[in-house]
């Protein structure tokens, strides 16, 4: 019951609560956000969400290869 207080209509975040920026490519290695959209998320419009929603696919390719954590020999 008190679960329908803190239902929203609104478009879900898409984070993953994995909240660490890649430093070359700028996105969260997460979500696939950047900086700005996860700042500005809240003040969103539901059509700027989808947008950027939509988006995030396409960004995993972005970070293939780079969470190695150390170089390889």
Do not use: F, Y
């Amino acid at each position: 019951m008190m679960d329908d207080v803190w239902k929203r209509n609104e478009i879900d975040s898409p984070c993953v609560k994995l909240c660490v920026v890649h430093p070359e490519a700028r996105i969260c290695i997460g979500c696939h956000r950047t900086i700005d959209e996860i700042s500005q998320w809240s003040k969103m419009s539901d059509t700027d969400r989808a947008r950027v929603k939509d988006e995030l696919p396409g960004r995993a390719p972005l970070l293939r290869g780079k969470r190695r954590g150390r170089k390889r020999d």
